[in-house]
């Protein structure tokens, strides 16, 4: 949980990205930190292997001015997705405020996607949370490769809990949903703290928002 | 609806005289009150220098870690944490159960002078936080006063 400082104003959210191995997580950061405004972020931190796996966490801290008055800061880590990784990712989650879980939309990772999400339920509950009670947005990532389950199936599988999450088709390494999500899980957020977070702002949408269609580039003949 | 824990200007000023008293008696650098989430509390010293968020982060994900080393030789976890490097040096050590007080410093002191006053410190810094915890009043903020606008913007570079 977050402090509130009066006297600088400053309020910080820590919202993670989760999800199993290789789904895009520190994708979805490097594309962030590349474009947004740089006045508007920090440096881009990767505790990663020689293989560029993520070994304990990605790290990049934000700011905006979403609340009249104070300044906002978002620091947004990834959890390293490798199952051995456990522990690892129950010190990530530690004071989370919003997550986005990161599924892989290709057939053969469901389970992993799978276990993964039933990972978040059980490491959230060590620490006495819910996920109905976290922020909490869906992503469906790699939307542009061939094998991939359909949107319905994927919300079968992942979207099935007591209460629906606002889900996006996403292609992390071209952007596209990328912010739309963060923005997501940064408004359920900001609206949980305010006064009137009893009546939610816009009901779970039924289906993922999807992807703008790709734009197909032609091979050289 | 939730409330966000109140640092007051109160508790803030009285943050800062703690850990400024510190930074005098120490003559360290800077030094950081963090939560174990990686959140920063407060802080006093040089910050121009550093970037205290990454600073923050890093400390909690360190000392997070070094609690399982510690727990294979039948600690909870270890009180302090100390990484020397050739001029500038970085001493951690628990406030309570929830925050950890990061100090940096250089070749103006010593990490046993560091540790010394770190104690103390310490303790005060719970002893406010303590009270904040307990404080029944939270913030939270009206639903008009939250821009509708994207929080964050795609800006191609």
Known sequence: ?221 | MNAIPVLTIQDVATLDGVLGDFLKKTEAELTVVIDRGGNVISQCGDMDAMDVTVIAALAAGSFAATRELARRIGEVEFNALYHQGNGSHMFMNSVDDETIMITVFGSRTTVGLVRFYSAATAQNVATVLKGLRSSAHGFSFEAKDVSAAPVFVDHPS
């Open chain 1, 1 to 221: 949980m977050s402090i509130i400082n009066y006297a600088s104003r400053e309020i910080q959210f820590k919202i993670v990205y989760y999800g199993p191995a290789l789904c895009g997580k520190t994708t979805n950061l490097n594309y962030i930190h590349e474009r947004i405004n740089p006045l508007n972020r920090g440096d881009l931190v990767s505790l990663a292997t020689a293989t560029e796996r993520t070994l304990f966490f990605d790290f990049l801290p934000l700011n905006a001015v979403v609340i009249k008055g104070f300044v906002t800061k978002f620091q947004l880590y990834t959890v390293p997705g490798q199952v051995i990784y456990n522990a690892t990712r129950q010190l990530v989650l530690r004071s989370v405020d919003g997550i986005v879980f990161v599924a892989d939309s290709q057939w053969e990772k469901m389970e992993e996607n799978v276990e993964s999400w039933k990972n978040l339920c059980d490491n959230l509950s060590l620490q006495n949370m819910s996920i109905d009670d976290t922020p909490c947005v869906l992503e469906y990532n790699k939307r542009d490769l061939p094998n991939i389950a359909p949107v319905n199936y994927m919300e079968y599988v992942l979207n099935n809990g007591k209460k629906r999450l606002q889900s996006f088709e996403v292609i992390s390494s071209t952007g596209q949903n990328v912010f739309a999500t963060l923005n997501a899980v940064s408004q359920i957020l900001l609206h949980k703290f305010s006064k009137q977070s009893e009546a939610p702002q816009g009901a779970p949408l039924p289906v993922a928002i999807p992807v703008e269609p790709p734009q197909t580039q032609k091979l050289p003949a």
